[in-house]
């Protein structure tokens, strides 16, 4: 039996309805949320997730400042923009796009933004919060993974949750607030040495290690839940996730696609984060 897709296209819509309607009662009190981009730089895939940033603002009636710089802007100059939106009292969320040119240090630059506006989740502050279970602004693709997970109707408490992959931007935060959900969590990664063992042993499984179609069927417990975070380009210009969708849906129970899973997920918990910090910095949270 072929298992439920998870459409994060779907579940991203149904959020975004409730943040344009949120949003519409905060203008009405005299606050409308703003975010500022910063994309240093010409990487293509920077500048369609920066386009679709700028997008998701106004359609949500977000005021939106998109900073497009040069890639040989120094260091120096990018820390001056940030303090300036740092400061800047109808900017509530700062977000600059990675990855930055060779010539600047990302730690520097996420450093310098202001928690209160961090709204990526990147900045140590929110990520100690995090880890120790405080309020914080959370990190933006493993929010949605959770959202996802939790649309699906599963409890995660009490579950063995397996994450492969342990960067600083998906495999360790996810893990946390799979923690935070009362899961039993393992993480496994390049040097893993018993990966499948482990795998087929998860009620949940997060995939998130940047290889194509990496998980076959063989690695999945029949029914778990399976979240495929991977966006890698085929040489047939198609896009692939980490899971071999076609042969795990066959065995798995409810599983994202690629695209169309956790994709829109991470914008939509981006503008959640800064209509959080919003409310925050207006004193109406």
């Known amino acids: 039996m072929t298992a439920p897709i ?3 296209k779907q579940v991203s819509e149904e959020i975004r309805a409730g943040l344009r309607a949120e949003v519409e009662a905060l203008v009405e009190q005299g606050l409308t949320p703003g975010l500022a981009v910063i994309l240093v730089g ?12 700028e997008k998701a603002c106004h359609d949500l009636g977000y005021y939106s400042e998109v900073h497009r710089l040069p890639a040989s802007t120094s260091q120096e100059d990018l820390l001056a923009l940030v303090n300036k939106l740092n400061r800047q009292e ?7 796009q990675l990855p930055l040119p060779k010539h600047i240090d990302e730690k520097s630059v996420i450093d310098a ?15 100690g919060n995090l880890v120790i279970g405080d309020d914080s602004l959370l990190p933006c693709t493993p929010a949605g993974v959770i959202e996802l997970i939790k649309r699906t109707g599963i409890e995660m408490s009490g579950k063995h949750a ?5 960067s600083n931007i998906v495999g360790k935060p996810v893990s946390l607030l799979l923690q935070r959900e009362n899961a039993t969590v393992t993480m ?14 998860a009620d949940i499984l997060v995939v998130a290690i940047g290889k194509a179609n990496f998980v076959d069927a063989s690695f999945i417990k029949p ?9 890698n380009r085929l040489d047939n210009g198609k896009l692939a996730g980490d899971v071999d969708f076609e042969s795990v849906k ?12 956790v994709g829109p997920m991470t914008i939509t918990m981006l503008m959640n984060n800064t209509l959080i910090a919003a409310k925050r910095l207006g004193g109406l949270a």
């Open 90 to 96: 109808n900017i509530h969320g700062i977000l600059v």
């Open 188 to 201: 496994c990664h390049s040097r893993t040495v018993n990966m499948k063992e482990l795998t087929e042993q």
């Open 223 to 231: 029914g778990a839940v399976v979240i495929d975070v991977g966006m």
């Open 113 to 127: 933004i202001a928690v209160e506006k961090d709204v990526d989740g990147f900045h140590p502050v929110n990520v």
């Open 162 to 166: 397996v994450v492969i992959g342990r």
């Open 6 to 8: 998870i459409s994060g």
């Open 250 to 261: 066959e065995v798995s129970g409810p599983i994202t696609p690629v695209p169309g899973g």
């Open 42 to 53: 010409e990487d293509p895939a920077s500048q369609v997730y920066v386009r679709n940033k």
